[in-house]
């Protein structure tokens, strides 16, 4: 049978082949560059700009994401510059190059494919550029990796599945391969299966077309209507979930089906939250932590101090239960009630303030 997404080679070449946009959708969002008092140098004098460069920002995750690197670098005084993602390749490499001559002192890339990156990536260290990587693996010893605990995101998901279901399922699997959040996720839901052989993957789809979650809720009612025997979805990014919801509310299969997925925003709240939602847990980092946690990276490394190469922010495990139990119904309330979520000690130093 046919795959029912393309593969990552096909659609690489499509998005290769747009048309670069040289504005490349930059915005500036500067603290004016101000001195930070008891700051080693250079933040003791200001002047420091850092480009976040995405290759996804499709979504709330991302959008909380750079809500949170904007924060933290308004605590820092940083000038921080951010280019929008466009899921295209191509771009990203032009816009980490534009960041170069713009002369920044870090640059903290977003996802993307790693080997369109490593060499225009080497080219920013070769300049004396410093730079952070966020769920992208670019095989390099220079480039501290931030990464959500992939490992523990896709076991805390599957083992809330597992005691939901049992060990005897038949499962839908979303994932498309490249991304490294998503390939790490893949090698903890491959190892599950040979430790419960019988939970058998039914079908399997995915894409990151825009706008996602509608691409994926195309294939994910393609897949239901081949495969009414699927009790469970497998979904470990919350657009794909978004896209397997939709697909079951649209074929009525909501109460039939169990979706398991990661990542957490107020609109994902709302629609776990929802009445007979199929949507029953996810497991997530606050994203707003994780932009925060980039940003220190990325001035730990400008200040020459080494926040070591593995930089790993641990997930929560959240149930569509949790929820409604605890009456919460934005990402705020969800601070409060689960405190874990709120903050990470990972990349901090006493000169650094916390966001504001």
């Known amino acids: 049978m046919k795959s029912l997404f393309q593969s990552r080679s096909i659609w690489v070449r499509a998005l290769g082949a747009l048309t670069l946009c040289s504005a490349a959708v930059l915005s500036a969002v500067s603290a004016h560059s101000e001195p930070l008092k008891g700051a080693p140098a250079p933040f003791d004098k200001g002047g ?89 693996d670019l095989a390099n010893p220079k480039v501290p990796q931030i990464e959500q605990s992939d490992r523990d995101l896709a076991s805390l998901l599957l083992d809330q599945a597992v005691k939901d279901n049992g060990d005897a399922f038949a499962a839908g699997y979303v994932y498309v391969a490249g991304f490294a959040p998503l390939d790490r996720r893949d090698a903890v839901w491959r190892d599950f299966k040979r430790a419960h052989p019988n939970v058998q993957e039914k079908a399997r789809w995915g894409t990151v077309d825009n706008p996602i979650a509608q691409s994926v809720a195309n294939q994910a009612s393609a897949a239901y209507r081949a495969h009414p025997e699927i009790r469970v979805v497998f979904a470990p990014y919350d657009e794909f979930a978004r896209g397997a919801k939709l697909a079951a509310d649209e074929a009525r299969l909501s109460s039939k089906l169990r979706i398991y997925s990661a990542d957490i925003s107020t609109a994902d709240i709302e629609a776990i939250r929802a009445p007979g939602s ?19 990276t990325a001035a730990l490394l400008v200040a020459g101090q080494d926040p070591g190469h593995h930089i790993v922010v641990k997930p929560t495990l959240i149930t569509r239960d949790d929820l409604l139990k605890n009456d919460i119904k934005t990402i705020a309330d969800l601070g409060e009630k689960f405190p874990a979520f709120r903050s990470s000690e990972a990349a901090t130093a006493a000169w650094i303030p916390a966001s504001q």
């Open 48 to 136: 420091v700009r850092i480009a976040l460069v995405n290759y996804l920002s499709t979504g709330d995750f991302f959008q909380a994401y750079e809500a949170g690197a904007q924060k933290q670098a308004r605590a820092l005084g940083v000038d921080l510059r951010i280019y929008e993602g466009r899921q295209d390749a191509s771009e990203q490499r032009e816009q980490i190059q534009q960041a170069i001559s713009l002369g920044v002192s870090a640059i903290i890339v977003n996802h993307g494919l790693p080997e369109s990156l490593k060499d225009v990536v080497q080219r920013a260290l070769d300049k004396g550029v410093k730079v952070v990587a966020f769920d992208v």
């Open 278 to 296: 199929a949507w029953v847990a996810t497991a997530a980092t606050n994203p707003a932590v994780v932009g925060a946690v980039s940003v220190r």
